[in-house]
């Protein structure tokens, strides 16, 4: 079935330095992808996304980019802080009325002091 | 102020007892989601409402049922519980056309 899914389990960076997370999709037809970050024992926190029709867009410290060419996806974090360490999750969203929205394996970053 | 509220945050249940989480709402979206997250892995949609119309995953096991009684509530049941659907479960809520979906704290189901 088409899924979204992740190249690295784990990533760890040093303090300061810039962070870039990997997600390849399988499914050309999303409307959004997604980033989520989760820090232990809590839910899921919107980060950033994406539309479909567009290859960059940027945040407060995030850039999400997007290559449709190689369905991949990657989140970058500029001057990675210690509050940065969590697990990130892309995820999809369908397109039109259909409203799912589907995970991936998600990347686990340490940030070290 | 918390928008999207699970409760109980913690629910320790007997092998094949039936059990019943909630959530609930309060940003009025249509859309309302229930997944199950398993230690290390990512979050796995069970099923999803839009509006009163139920979506069921077709990897859903039949154990495992939901029920949305009005905008603000939405339940999920399970009606044997193994010691496998012993997880995270992740309430959420996303206004139709939108992309961010909004999440609860989530329970920690044990099954014992």
């Known amino acids: 079935g088409e899924s979204v899914g992740l190249h690295l389990p784990t990533l760890s960076v040093q303090e300061g330095d810039n962070s870039i997370i990997n997600c390849a999709y399988s499914n050309s037809a999303s409307d959004y992808f997604i980033w989520y970050k989760q820090e232990s024992g809590k839910g899921p926190q919107f980060i950033i996304d994406?539309?479909?029709?567009?290859d960059k867009r940027q945040g407060q410290r995030v850039t999400v980019l997007l290559n449709k060419t190689v369905k991949h996806l990657s989140l970058q974090i500029a001057a990675t802080q210690p509050g940065d360490s969590a697990v990130y999750f892309c995820a999809e969203k369908g397109s039109g009325g259909y409203q799912k929205v589907t995970f991936g394996t998600g990347t686990k970053l340490q940030v070290i002091p | 102020d918390a928008m999207v509220i699970q409760n109980p945050r913690y629910q320790v249940t007997q092998f094949g007892k039936p059990v019943t989480l909630s959530c609930s709402q309060t940003?009025?979206?249509?859309?309302m989601y229930w997944y199950q997250q398993k230690s290390s892995q990512a979050p796995k949609l069970l099923f999803h409402y839009y509006d009163k119309d139920f979506n069921n995953e077709a990897d859903t096991p039949d154990n495992f049922q939901s029920r949305r009684p009005n905008t603000s509530f939405c339940f999920l049941d399970i009606r044997s519980p193994g010691l496998g659907d012993a997880a995270m479960y992740l309430c959420a809520t996303s206004r139709e056309g939108g992309s961010e979906a909004f999440f609860g704290q989530g329970t920690r189901l044990t099954v014992v």
């Open positions: 940003l009025n979206h249509n859309v």
């Open positions: 994406i539309r479909s029709n567009m």
